[in-house]
């Protein structure tokens, strides 16, 4: 099946699939800053814009689950205003989000200080705002260590080894994630959900995050429909 979306003046795409789940490592917001005359901490903030404009371009795309990497235990290492900053950016996009259709599940180490507490509510279980048309993911004070080590509580009961790690990490609510898109050019996936990212189709952008453009996606689409996606088949 052909899908084809006409979107302003010449604009339009031919794709013969969707991603279901597209991950987003959103990097590049300190470098930003610093080519724009700001100090590091302000990039964080001019990452919230574009993080809805690409929703918005994939749900009207038809994709039905995404998963935003928001910040990293390891990253809470920076200087502390730095991490302040990344900590009210992560709250600022929720509050923000709130105001769209998502169904929204925020993952990440609650019990550490450095949680943001206004973000506790949507960490139980999915919080349908509107219509929910699409599943939304935000790491928060994830690491990929502190994921796996949720499986270790439970005792094995036999049976699918695969299948019953997948259902006892923190993670277990968020699926497969068919492509990653990482803006910044690093060539790494930075502990990004490791188990859901096995199988992935993983595409970089040289662009820093704050400069999104919706061609950003359409690239990233469009080189997704070359891919022999076999999941090791």
């Known amino acids: ?8 003046g010449d604009d339009h795409l031919n794709l013969k699939r969707i991603p279901e789940h597209i991950g ?7 470098r930003w800053a ?5 100090s590091k901490e302000k990039g964080y903030d001019h990452g919230i814009d574009p993080g809805f404009e690409l929703f918005k371009e994939c749900l009207e795309l038809g994709v039905k689950e995404m998963t935003f990497y928001g910040f990293t235990q390891d990253n809470t290492k920076r200087p502390s205003i730095q991490t302040k900053a990344f900590q009210k950016a992560c709250v ?8 769209e259709d998502a169904s929204l599940l925020v993952l990440g180490n609650t019990e550490s200080p450095l949680f943001p507490k206004e973000l506790l509510p949507y960490t139980k ?9 699409m599943k939304i993911n935000f790491l928060v004070n994830y690491s990929w260590w502190w994921d796996l ?38 060539r790494r996936l930075s502990g990004f959900l490791p188990v859901q990212t096995v199988y992935s189709d993983f ?19 469009e080189w997704y429909q070359t891919q022999d996606i076999t999941l090791g088949g």
């Open 1 to 8: 099946m052909v899908y084809y979306r006409y979107s302003k």
């Open 24 to 30: 987003v490592i959103p990097d590049g917001n300190r």
């Open 34 to 38: 610093q080519l724009n005359g700001l």
């Open 92 to 99: 600022d996009a929720v509050k923000k989000l709130l105001h």
């Open 125 to 133: 279980e999915r919080t349908n705002i509107g219509s929910g048309k």
């Open 149 to 186: 080590n949720e499986s270790y509580s439970v005792k094995p009961s036999g049976g699918d080894p695969k299948r019953y790690i997948s259902n006892n990490i923190a993670s277990k609510d968020i699926s497969r994630i068919d492509l990653v898109i990482r803006w910044g050019g690093r």
């Open 203 to 221: 595409y970089i952008l040289d662009e820093l995050w704050p400069a999104y453009k919706k061609e950003h996606l359409h690239k990233a689409l």
